[in-house]
């Protein structure tokens, strides 16, 4: 299986601060990479597909980009609402595979 | 918009079978399209697929689990189903269901169960 590995595990960071997630997978995945949204108590919710495509309603400072191996999630303008964990997701061999989360605290 | 929404005991005693059921709305299960999914989620933990059916009769298991694991859909209720034996503390998380697409990420969710395997 493909293994993803996020990094930093947990970033704490102020309203307004530009906020650079990493994914790294073990072998090429193209661009099939997800990034995923999770809050305390709630399902995760898709914010990227396709490396750089955003979902439908989800605010714009969110980015995605990269390609191959290593990929990153970009929070422009940190709000408090973007407290969460936020785990990547490779979709380019089965089965598909979770990197294991970023916690980001907004301070 | 498809909605999904889980339904099953919240404990179960060690050794004993776990049943759950996702309940679809929005989307029909026997169309193809998507993968119906179960994932879970160990407290505080990272996300781990456990399985999934597609076109009905084709279903992924996690090898982990395999032994163990059924995974079923009913398309005249509209909705798929797991059945984990022989439940072990190690079982105890959040279950999820979820639609996968062709292209691989997941795109709805239900809103989540949390099991814990005690006696």
């Known amino acids: 299986d493909i293994q993803m590995t996020q990094s930093p595990s947990s970033v704490s960071a102020s309203v307004g601060d530009r906020v650079t997630i990493t994914c790294r997978a073990s072998q090429t995945v193209y661009t099939a990479l997800a990034w995923y949204q999770q809050k305390p108590g709630e399902a995760p919710k898709l914010l990227i597909y396709?490396?750089?495509t955003l979902q439908t309603g989800v605010p714009s400072r969110f980015s995605g980009s990269g390609s191959g191996t290593d990929f990153t999630l970009t929070i422009s303008r940190l709000q408090a609402a973007d407290s969460a964990t936020y785990f990547c997701q490779q979709g380019d061999r089965f089965p598909p595979t979770f990197g294991h989360g970023t916690t980001v605290e907004v301070k | 918009q498809v909605q999904l929404q889980e339904s099953g005991p919240g404990l179960v005693k060690p050794s004993q079978t776990l049943s759950l059921t996702c309940s679809v709305s929005?989307?029909?299960?026997?169309?193809?399209?998507?993968?119906w999914t179960w994932i879970r989620q160990h407290p505080g933990k990272g996300l781990e697929l456990i399985g999934y059916i597609f076109y009905i009769g084709n279903t992924y298991y996690n090898p982990s689990l395999k032994n163990r694991l059924t995974i079923l859909a009913d398309t005249f209720n509209n909705e798929f189903s797991l059945k984990l034996t022989s439940v072990t503390a190690a079982d105890s998380a959040a279950y999820y269901c979820?639609?996968?697409?062709?292209?691989?990420?997941?795109?709805?969710w239900g809103q989540g169960t949390l099991v814990s395997v005690s006696s």
């Open positions: 929005g989307a029909s299960i026997g169309s193809g399209g998507y993968y």
């Open positions: 979820a639609t996968m697409t062709t292209s691989v990420y997941i795109d709805h």
């Open positions: 396709a490396a750089s």
